[in-house]
T-cell receptor, first 114, second 115 residues
Framework: EAGVAQSPRYKIIEKRQSVAFWCNPI?????LYWYQQILGQGPKLLIQ????????DSQLPKDRFSAERLKGVDSTLKIQPAKLEDSAVYLC????????????FGQGTRLTVV | KQEVTQIPAALSVPEGENLVLNCSFT??????LQWFRQDPGKGLTSLLL?????REQTSGRLNASLDKSSGRSTLYIAASQPGDSATYLC??????????????FGGGTRLMVKP
């Protein structure tokens, strides 16, 4: 079974530029999460989708971050414009359904904003 | 709001020691608790998943326990090896008010096992 795929693996941009990350969850997984992990900290949930609907985006900085999951499969996370404090690893995860099942994570995208 | 805390933040032990990592959470209304391993520059690898109705799960040298009423979980690693060196994260899946399930992480324990 293929795992959660993310791209790119690494990205370096200048502040005020825009960037987009892509995630392909495990086939059949209805729930998709985007997390931000700052160095030395645990992952922080940015947004959670159930199929193509947003379940929770309360911690997403909506003035600069946006995410979509068209057709309930792949998802993209965008930052525009980027700030220095956005430097982090962005992790995508998926699970079959909500409630009680294992979440699987991708390798992450390491973003450096200079 | 669910909060997850892991103690200690860092741990260094000699090879062969048995060790315990601790995780506590504030809201006991959880679906499950999951322990992950994260190697530097890598994503998260799931180690053990404990459903809210379970007390413990075992996989090889790893044993995780869950005491939902007290909001605590421990990850026990037997006969530690240098290859166990990594960051260990616990996460709880809970149901906050009027929202879908949330997977909330602790800050992690950075483990170093010295040969």
């Amino acid at each position: 079974e293929a795992g959660v795929a993310q791209s790119p693996r690494y990205k370096i941009i200048e502040k005020r530029q825009s960037v987009a990350f892509w995630c392909n969850p495990i086939s059949g997984h209805a729930t998709l999460y985007w997390y931000q992990q700052i160095l030395g900290q645990g992952p922080k949930l940015l947004i959670q989708f159930q199929n193509n609907g947003v379940v929770d985006d309360s911690q997403l900085p909506k003035d600069r971050f946006s995410a979509e999951r068209l057709k309930g499969v792949d998802s993209t996370l965008k930052i525009q414009p980027a700030k220095l404090e956005d430097s982090a690893v962005y992790l995508c995860a998926s699970s079959l359904i909500r409630g009680g099942l294992e979440a699987f994570f991708g390798q992450g995208t390491r973003l450096t904003v200079v | 709001k669910q909060e997850v805390t892991q103690i200690p933040a860092a741990l260094s032990v000699p090879e062969g020691e048995n060790l315990v990592l601790n995780c506590s959470f504030t809201d006991s209304a959880i679906y499950n608790l999951q322990w992950f391993r994260q190697d530097p520059g890598k994503g998260l690898t799931s180690l053990l998943l404990i459903q809210s109705s379970q007390r413990e799960q075992t996989s090889g040298r790893l044993n995780a326990s869950l005491d939902k009423s007290s909001g605590r979980s421990t990850l026990y690693i037997a006969a530690s090896q240098p290859g166990d060196s990594a960051t260990y994260l616990c996460a709880v899946e809970s149901v906050p008010n009027n929202a879908g399930n949330m997977l909330t992480f602790g800050g992690g324990t950075r483990l170093m096992v010295k040969p």
